[in-house]
Structures are given as structure tokens and as C-alpha cells.
T-cell receptor, first 114, second 115 residues
């Protein structure tokens, strides 16, 4: 069965600092991987996705993520965090047929301080 | 496209009452998912449909929960009778595997409070 682990429940970074949110997945084959962001009181917005090809994928709002098959990881990064990036971030996995539901990690809450 | 539309955004009800949550998926999407989000359990899949047919309802917590999808543009999640432990945010999402999967798109959610 597919599963996702986000080891960090809460991370605090200073505005302008770099960010890396960790995600590890468990899946028998090459999965489809996603990062979603949830602002308070809002739904989940798709940040970026990996299906195949280049292992470094670019997303919206200046985020990127790198797929590392050897480490079963799909970490999210941003070189310079803005206060508006404070939110909950979810990593998700689905089988590469895309016809089964996304399985989500527990999420990482990001706080940004001045 | 207007995206996935859920109603109501907020619902406060008394224990024992029936609650109905509504969802309009993105036009052309053939998959619809209902998730529940709580602090303790995170995002849990309750049920999903493909072409209006329920595929997996193993996440539905109890018989008090039921979901329907009478047509491609509408789905409901009903709780009867409601209990305080049902308080959560309920999300509907839709996706399409036709022409290549692009991800699931979520509605704004319904925040349910049962008192």
C-alpha cells in the first residue's frame, strides 16, 4: 500500500531564509508525487507535481521539488521564504495510473518570522 | 472553470440532526473524492466515485455516513444522525485520468460543527 511520511510537524523559518520540507513515500513502482498547500480556512492548492522525466520540478509561487528514487524522497524547497508562505504543506502520492485516490502525509505547518 | 464547488462552507448543527454536504466537481472530471480533515487524523479518504459509481467506501466511518453521486455534476455526503465527533472539515476533490492524470483539485471545504 502507498504511504507518505512527512517527518516534520512544524517548521519555523525567518523571512528570506531558504526552506526545505521533507517527504518520504512508500510505493512499489514509480509513483506520481504532489505537493499541496493549505492556507488557514482554505482548501488544498496544488503547488507542483512529478510524473516522470526531469527529477527537479518547478511549481507555482517559486517552489520546486526534487524526486530522488534512491531515497524515496520528494522534498519541497524554496530559496527565499516570504511571510505569505506560512501555511500547511502536504505531500501526496498516487499510483501512476492516476485512477486511485491520493494518499496524503500528515502535513507540515510552516511558520515564518520576521 | 469555477473549480470544485462545495456547499455550505460552514455548518453548525445539533447532535442527532441530519447533515448534507454538497459538491459540484469540475466539469469533465470522472473521479470524485470525499476527504475528512481533523487535527488528530489529518486527511482521510472517506469514499470515491468513478463515473458516478462508488468504487471504495471503506473509509466511511460508520453506517451513519452515506454518499451519493446521482450525476456527473453533483455529489452529496450525508450524516444521519450526526455526533460531536463528526466535527471536522470535509473536502470534495475531483480529477480526471482521461488524457493523462494531472492531479486532484479540491474544493474550499465544509467546516462542520456538531454541538
Amino acid at each position: 500500500a502507498q504511504s507518505v511520511t512527512q517527518p516534520d510537524i512544524h517548521i519555523t523559518v525567518s523571512e528570506g531564509a531558504s526552506l526545505e520540507l521533507r517527504c518520504n513515500y512508500s510505493y512499489g513502482a514509480t509513483p506520481y508525487l504532489f505537493w499541496y498547500v493549505q492556507s488557514p480556512g482554505q482548501g488544498l492548492q496544488l503547488l507542483l507535481k512529478y510524473f516522470s522525466g526531469d527529477t527537479l520540478v518547478q511549481g507555482i509561487k517559486g517552489f520546486e521539488a526534487e524526486f530522488k528514487r534512491s531515497q524515496s524522497s520528494f522534498n519541497l524547497r524554496k530559496p527565499s521564504v516570504h511571510w505569505s508562505d506560512a501555511a500547511e504543506y502536504f505531500c501526496a502520492v498516487v499510483g501512476n495510473s492516476g485512477n486511485t485516490p491520493l494518499v496524503f502525509g500528515k502535513g507540515t505547518r510552516l511558520s515564518v518570522i520576521a | 472553470d469555477a473549480g470544485v464547488i462545495q456547499s455550505p462552507r460552514h455548518e453548525v448543527t445539533e447532535m442527532g440532526q441530519e447533515v448534507t454536504l454538497r459538491c459540484k466537481p469540475i466539469s469533465g472530471h470522472d473521479y470524485l473524492f470525499w476527504y475528512r480533515q481533523t487535527m488528530m487524523r489529518g486527511l482521510e479518504l472517506l469514499i470515491y466515485f468513478n463515473n458516478n459509481v462508488p468504487i471504495d467506501d471503506s473509509g466511511m466511518p460508520e453506517d451513519r455516513f452515506s454518499a451519493k453521486m446521482p450525476n456527473a455534476s453533483f455529489s452529496t455526503l450525508k450524516i444521519q444522525p450526526s455526533e460531536p465527533r463528526d466535527s471536522a472539515v470535509y473536502f470534495c476533490a475531483s480529477s480526471s485520468a482521461t488524457g493523462g492524470f494531472r492531479g486532484a483539485f479540491f474544493g474550499q471545504g465544509t467546516r462542520l460543527t456538531v454541538v
